[in-house]
């Protein structure tokens, strides 16, 4: 029988955790956690979750999809409209590379402001 584990924290290295935690906030509507400070800021979902966000000194972003820099951590959203979450995510400071690895109308491949890649995809 295979071991029972729930997944309840991702934790993302950045340069300024309340800058990233605020981004992911706005994309998602979690909730930020009352002790969130400029060392460690988290975001609570209902069900659970926790997404933190850790200040790394020196922090070097991802260098997707080359791997001079890895990716560590691939993350993935649904979203009802990838256009229109496309451009809200652009406007709150995400990237899109120029690589693309999937159809255009299936997901897409963006990064948040501290260089991490992240997907949408449509629901």
């Known amino acids: 029988m295979p071991l029972q584990m729930k997944l309840v924290a991702i934790t993302l290295d950045c340069p300024d955790p309340p800058a990233l935690a605020a981004f992911y906030q706005q994309a998602t509507g979690l909730e930020p956690h009352p002790k969130s400070d400029a060392d460690f800021a988290g975001l609570n979902h209902e069900d659970g979750l926790f997404i933190g966000f850790q200040r790394v000194d020196d922090y070097r972003a991802p260098r997707w999809p ?22 809200r995510l652009l406007e709150l400071g995400a990237g899109k590379p120029d690589h693309q690895p999937h159809e255009a109308a299936r997901a897409r491949v963006l990064t948040d402001p501290a260089g991490h890649p ?3 995809t449509r629901s």
């Open 66 to 87: 080359e791997q001079t820099v890895p990716q560590q951590l691939h993350i993935c959203f649904k979203v009802d409209d990838l256009d229109e979450a496309e451009a």
């Open 118 to 120: 992240f997907c949408i």
